[in-house]
Structure formats: structure tokens, C-alpha cells
């Protein structure tokens, strides 16, 4: 499985941010895809997961991110997003996409992810 995240920079808070993580049609189709963060000195931690294509268009965030952060994904272009909206400084970490196929219902597990992409550093300025 191959995993390219990109899209991370420096953005204001209350800016915008919009990540993508390249991948293939076969794992689109095959695997749930999910976002995780580290910020220095913490574990890593669930963002946001979007189901395989065969289970549908479910989405689950934490809590953090509810309703300023979304999950998508472009079939064409074999890509998954996340659209970071409201950013605050605390979103400050090293963002990565990552995949599962694991039951929907414990997407929010970092442990129970299987392949990483590299990540990619977003870093929100007060």
C-alpha cells in the first residue's frame, strides 16, 4: 500500500488548510483511510477516517475536530483529504494518512492501522 500525504505549511489561526494523501483505486476500495497528528511530545492521535468505498461515505472525527475538520476522498484521482478549517494553534503537529481494515467501529485506533504514510507538518500561528 502506498501512502503520499502533502498539503501541510504554515497557516494563521482561524485559516485554512487542506491535506491530501495519494493512494491507489485498489486501496480506496479496499480500505478504511484514516488521519492521524502527533504534536511534539504527545502520542499520536486520531483525526478523522473515511470508510472503504465498498462500505459507503461514513466519516468519524474526535472530538477536537468535530465540525471544523473533513474527511473526503476523489475516487478519479485516487486521493483522500482532510479540509481543515478554524485551524487553532493546538491543531500544530505532523498530520498522517494512514489504513485499516479493521471493523469501522474501531477506526479511531491508532493501533489498529497497518501502513503510514510519511507525514506531513502543519504548523498554526497564533
Known amino acids: 500500500v502506498q501512502l503520499q500525504a502533502s498539503g501541510g505549511g504554515l497557516v494563521q489561526a482561524g485559516g485554512s488548510l487542506r491535506l491530501s494523501c495519494a493512494t491507489s483505486?485498489?486501496?480506496?476500495?479496499?480500505?478504511?483511510m484514516g488521519w492521524f497528528r502527533q504534536a511534539p511530545g504527545k502520542e499520536r492521535e486520531f483525526v478523522g477516517a473515511?470508510?472503504?468505498?465498498?462500505?459507503?461515505?461514513?466519516?468519524r472525527y474526535a472530538d477536537s475536530v468535530k465540525g471544523r475538520f473533513t474527511v473526503s476522498r476523489d475516487i478519479a484521482k485516487s486521493t483522500v483529504y482532510l479540509q481543515m478549517n478554524s485551524l487553532k494553534p493546538e491543531d500544530t503537529a505532523v498530520y498522517y494518512c494512514?489504513?485499516?481494515?479493521?471493523?469501522?467501529?474501531?477506526?479511531?485506533?491508532?493501533?489498529?492501522?497497518?501502513?503510514w504514510g510519511q507525514g506531513t507538518l502543519v504548523t498554526v500561528s497564533s
Open positions: 483505486g485498489s486501496t480506496l476500495r479496499n480500505f478504511h
Open positions: 494512514a489504513v485499516t481494515q479493521i471493523l469501522w467501529a474501531y477506526v479511531d485506533n491508532t493501533r489498529n492501522y497497518i501502513n
Open positions: 473515511i470508510s472503504r468505498r465498498s462500505y459507503g461515505d461514513s466519516t
